[in-house]
């Protein structure tokens, strides 16, 4: 990933100094194990343990010339330990290596991800709180359709984000195995008790159903489900840059001093951040598709999805880190309206309250066809000639033989609408 769109920590999981530490971690856990089955002498586990050192750029030149990674990472390994350089890698194959430090990486990478989702949870329930009872209309394709709060919005976003962590979690665990079983995973040149004692010390779980790799349906639930919490962070931003549009200006996100929105138009305070949000999430899910493709294999192993996985696998924990972490700073930061939600109710002349009236002349005995045709006729009517819909109806001879003014009245009271909102809270665990 590009560095615009990376923040250091999560940066540092992927460097290749962390993961060649990894390498030689596992590598050096694997001599302990054949120690403890008596199949190394203390003197030379000792001696590798004190002597083992490894030169990423020395293992970048070997590469060149071997053109297998974990060939030249061996070799270099094994330079410096010297005479009891035959113990390093003994029965192991490149995978065994490989997807065991890529479980410790990822899982490292989801506890990053976990810890951003639980504080943006805490930025929402802030947000949801402050705004619970706070008036404004709700939309369904995009048009007026009746009263909510804004504080339910933000609920909403927190119980689905909610969601995705318990979502992110479930992939850690998944991720978190590693293998040491050989290069079919028949355990033929190792001990099964060395996997177990490398996996232990390493604090992951065992891939005991593996080949030469651990499966690859395990990635892909890992990348669909970042994927998913990415759509989810674009839901809420897309939210946020329509209520920032000119003509409803319920919301903006933050806009510094001494930012800018436009090279041309002064004037401009644009939604770039929720934007940006919106453009990543699309590579999440590509990046999803891509680790699916993975999971068919050939046979036990083939490499096609090592140069798929190089990037994707980093590249969208970079993403959702970063993405995550933008939308804390939005909703942290955003600017809220509550005049202009309170104009907008109004922008309709009543017409959110047209339910509400459809069920009351229902109540009184009409058929609902009958009563749906009054009510629409009236809201038409009131719309295309710009007038107040709650006089229209008071004006129509057919509502004021089923209703009286009164009862009219008491259709257009939001409070009515919104009566709901403290249980609905409440059962999101949000009192």
Known sequence: MIERYTLPKMLKVWSEESKFEKMLQIELLSCEGWFKLG??????LTAIKARAKIDIEKIKELEEKTRHDVVAFVNNLSESVGQDAKYIHMGLTSNDILDTTLALQMAQAFDILIDDVERLLSSLVK??????STPCVGRTHGVHAEPTTFGLKAALWYDET?????????????IAVGKLSGTIGTYTNIAPEIEKYVCEKLGLGISYGSTQVIPRDRHAA???RIAITGASLERFATEIRHLQRTEVMEVEEPFGKGQKGSSAMPHKRNPVMCERICGLARLLRSNA????????LWHERDISHSSVERVILPDSTLILDYILNQFIEVVDGLNVNTKNMLINLGNTRGLIYS???LLELMSKGLARPIAYDIVQKNAFEASSM?????????S???????LSASEIEACFDIKFYLRHIPAIFKNLGLE
Do not use: G, H
């Open 386 to 394: 710009n007038k107040d819909f709650k006089t229209a109806l008071l």
């Open 162 to 174: 909610r969601r995705d962590l318990e979502s992110l979690k479930e992939a850690q665990k998944l």
């Open 39 to 44: 199949k190394i002498p203390s003197k030379s």
């Open 355 to 357: 339910q509400r009236v």
């Open 222 to 224: 890992c990348m669909t």
């Open 289 to 296: 598709l891509a680790e699916i493709e993975n999971m068919a």
């Open 127 to 132: 947000l949801a709180k402050k705004y619970k």
């Open 396 to 402: 129509d001879p057919k509502v004021k033989r089923v």
